[in-house]
């Protein structure tokens, strides 16, 4: 008789975009490559179909919701479907659905494991209790040593339970020898972007601590002092409902004439061509990243990257006075402070045509020796093995 599958179960509100999303679909995708059986609890979304492709198996679940009524509903119907399928793990990626997980992991003494992908603003007891339950894994993945910080001096929580895994770039297909010219010439045709215009990209979703707002009055800056030159700003992102910020950004755009050089394009689907297509890419956080994927994802496709200077891209981009000019693979400047940024872009637009590439062949080489999806999915299932009891996954 067949030994029993290995099954791990992922629960994630959606499974829309977003570097938690993909995490999902990307343990899934290793679970299965090991021989075990990964199901994702969720209300479903855009990798939805890229999960069926990993050979996970997405079952529908409310999973969304912060309702305690639901919660704890969803806590017993968790624990129904734990003992069905033969559940040996518990992967919670989300604070609503993590607390129907704790309470089925406890009920049914299965393994529970957390991943904190985020920084999570605490206002308050009722919002400090809400998030703990995110440093409450067996053995809870911190996806940056800055996430493993903030863990230990919120909860207390002994660094013996935290495992620092950082967000993995698939190296294949972010290789720009992967991405065809036809791609790229794609994405600058839907853009309207003429192919001598060298492109700015800014990939996040449309909501303020993103720092768009930042990134327009930077561009304003520069454009009054003639340095942006034939350079056009694109804002890749989805608003995700929030229409009254994109509204706002695009009059933003038009009060400083900026029509036409600065672009809200939605989201994107085909990152690694946006990437290609990109001169410079800025992650313009205003709150910190607990990983943010962007940085690596354009450092990895050779473009270097101007990032903010808090949360965790000061660990994945390398920059002065931390390291030399020589050495460095983008820019590191303060929260919010367009005048910084503009310099920085400015800095970065004036670059010869070798320093750019000495800089994107730096930030490829950096990425694939610190921060792959081999790496990441490696450390994920060692993780798993430890919370079994055995050696290996």
């Known amino acids: ?61 409310e999973a969304a919701s912060k309702n305690p009524l639901t919660i704890l509903l969803n806590a017993r119907r968790i624990v129904r479907l734990a003992r069905r399928e033969g559940v040996d793990i518990i992967h919670a990626r989300s604070r609503a659905p993590a607390w129907s997980a704790f309470i089925a992991a406890r009920m049914t003494g299965i393994p529970f494991v957390t991943t904190y992908h985020g920084a999570y603003g605490e206002k308050g007891a009722v919002k400090r209790l809400y998030n703990s339950v995110m440093a409450r894994g067996r053995i809870v993945i911190a996806n940056s040593g800055y996430t493993a910080r903030l863990i230990q001096s919120r909860y207390g929580t002994p660094a013996s339970r935290i495992r620092v895994i950082y967000r993995g770039v698939d190296g294949a297909k972010f290789d720009p020898g992967a991405v065809a010219p036809e791609r790229v010439a794609a994405l600058r045709a839907a853009w309207s972007i003429e192919p001598e215009a060298r492109i700015v990209l800014n990939a996040a979703r449309l909501t303020g601590w993103k720092g768009q707002r930042v990134i327009i009055a930077a561009t304003r800056q520069l454009k009054e002092r003639g340095q942006l030159g034939k350079a056009v700003v694109v804002l890749a992102g989805d608003a995700q409902g929030r229409d009254s910020y994109r509204d706002q950004l695009k009059r933003e755009i038009a009060a400083a004439g900026l029509d036409g050089r600065v672009l809200l394009v939605g989201h994107v689907d085909d990152i690694p061509a946006a990437m290609k297509a990109a001169h410079l890419a800025i992650v313009a956080s205003t709150e910190p990243e607990a990983f943010g994927r962007a940085a690596t994802e354009a450092q990895v496709m050779q473009c270097p990257v101007i990032a903010t200077d808090i949360g965790a891209p000061p660990e994945t981009v390398l920059a002065t006075p931390a390291t030399t000019p020589e050495e460095r693979t983008g820019w590191l400047v303060p929260p919010a402070d367009a005048a910084a940024l503009a310099a920085a872009m400015a800095e970065a637009l004036s670059l010869s045509e070798s320093e750019r590439r000495a800089v994107g062949d730096r930030a490829r080489a950096h990425v694939l020796a610190a921060f792959t999806l081999e790496a990441m999915r490696a450390q994920t299932l060692a993780v798993y093995a430890e919370v079994l009891g055995r050696e290996t996954f």
Do not use: C, H, Y
């Open 1 to 61: 008789m067949m030994p029993r599958r290995t099954t791990v179960l992922q629960i994630i509100p959606e499974l829309d975009t977003g570097g938690a999303e993909l995490s999902t679909v990307e343990i899934a995708g290793a679970v299965v490559a090991a021989g075990g059986r990964a199901l994702v609890l969720s209300e479903g979304g855009r990798l939805a179909q890229r999960l069926a492709e990993a050979g996970g198996e997405l079952i529908r679940f």
